[in-house]
């Protein structure tokens, strides 16, 4: 079994959430009870808080009106005496800052996009991306942060047993760049029946536990798909073999 490399977190490192609602807002207050000292927070959203998003997302009546990253940056701050940065600016105009994570909580593909054509991607080995999706009752999550689907040869050390390169999620599952802007946000779909009430709550706490066991070096995931339906949670490993699917699949789909 491989591990994700965590070089990373041996000094001090950031952690980027992107989109603090509906996911976004459970991982930001989550990753303030499990980030070590030497980790700096920052929250990434330019949407404010709307009545609708009091059922269901991490916020309050008070903070109505607000950024939501900001009302979250603040108000966690507080909460858990610790600096909280955030950023009311879109993604693209945005800076993601290395080493460290970027969590992905975005619900489109134009914001997706953004996050993949951040220059980190290109220059260093110390940053990954989380990447969080959500349906009605199931999600998935991805890992990655090469911006090649043809990672390089020594993407896998066997005798350290770890992974240093997993294409970014836009190139694990390209599908994700095609979702279109939701007409309605999460709070609305959840009244109309197109969203569970808790499908934010659980996928965040898998991110959480993702983010945990990266830092500590013990992650072995590449993908991880969760089902509320079934009751199931379904892992697929960060392999040579599974990356090599990947690989395989994009190619064919390029010939077509």
Same mark, same amino acid.
């Given at each position: 079994m491989y591990t994700l490399n965590n070089s990373f977190a041996r $000094?001090?490192?950031t952690v980027t959430v992107v989109g603090c609602g509906g996911t976004g807002g459970f991982v930001a207050e989550g990753l303030c009870r499990i980030l070590p000292p030497r980790a700096d927070l920052v929250l990434v959203d330019h949407d404010r808080v709307e009545e609708a998003?009091? $059922?269901r997302q991490n916020f309050t009546r008070t903070e109505l009106g607000c950024f939501k990253?900001?009302?979250l940056a603040k108000r966690l701050a507080v909460r858990f005496a610790r600096p909280v940065a955030y950023s009311i600016l879109p993604i693209g105009m945005a800076r993601i800052i290395t080493p460290g994570l970027v969590?992905? $909580?975005v619900d489109n593909g134009p914001a997706r996009r953004?996050?993949?054509e951040e220059t980190v991607w290109n220059r260093f080995l110390d940053a990954w991306w989380v990447d969080a999706g959500n349906g009605d009752n199931f999600g998935q999550i991805l890992i990655g942060n090469y911006r090649r689907v043809d990672i390089p040869h020594q993407s896998f050390s066997l005798e350290e047993?770890?992974?240093y390169f997993l294409p970014l999620p836009t190139l694990q599952r390209p599908d994700i760049l095609a979702?279109?802007?939701p007409e309605r946000n999460c709070a609305e779909a959840v009244v109309a029946r197109e969203q569970g009430p808790v499908i934010n709550q659980a996928m965040a706490s898998i991110v959480i536990e993702v983010v945990r066991r990266i830092i500590e070096g013990t992650c072995s995931w590449m993908q991880l798909y969760l089902d509320l339906e079934a009751g199931t949670l379904s892992p697929v490993l960060a392999t040579p073999e599974a990356v090599a699917k990947i690989i395989v699949k994009r190619k064919r789909k390029e010939r077509r």
């Amino acid at each position: 079994m491989y591990t994700l490399n965590n070089s990373f977190a041996r $000094g001090r490192f950031t952690v980027t959430v992107v989109g603090c609602g509906g996911t976004g807002g459970f991982v930001a207050e989550g990753l303030c009870r499990i980030l070590p000292p030497r980790a700096d927070l920052v929250l990434v959203d330019h949407d404010r808080v709307e009545e609708a998003n009091l $059922g269901r997302q991490n916020f309050t009546r008070t903070e109505l009106g607000c950024f939501k990253s900001e009302a979250l940056a603040k108000r966690l701050a507080v909460r858990f005496a610790r600096p909280v940065a955030y950023s009311i600016l879109p993604i693209g105009m945005a800076r993601i800052i290395t080493p460290g994570l970027v969590i992905g $909580g975005v619900d489109n593909g134009p914001a997706r996009r953004d996050i993949a054509e951040e220059t980190v991607w290109n220059r260093f080995l110390d940053a990954w991306w989380v990447d969080a999706g959500n349906g009605d009752n199931f999600g998935q999550i991805l890992i990655g942060n090469y911006r090649r689907v043809d990672i390089p040869h020594q993407s896998f050390s066997l005798e350290e047993r770890k992974c240093y390169f997993l294409p970014l999620p836009t190139l694990q599952r390209p599908d994700i760049l095609a979702q279109r802007p939701p007409e309605r946000n999460c709070a609305e779909a959840v009244v109309a029946r197109e969203q569970g009430p808790v499908i934010n709550q659980a996928m965040a706490s898998i991110v959480i536990e993702v983010v945990r066991r990266i830092i500590e070096g013990t992650c072995s995931w590449m993908q991880l798909y969760l089902d509320l339906e079934a009751g199931t949670l379904s892992p697929v490993l960060a392999t040579p073999e599974a990356v090599a699917k990947i690989i395989v699949k994009r190619k064919r789909k390029e010939r077509r």
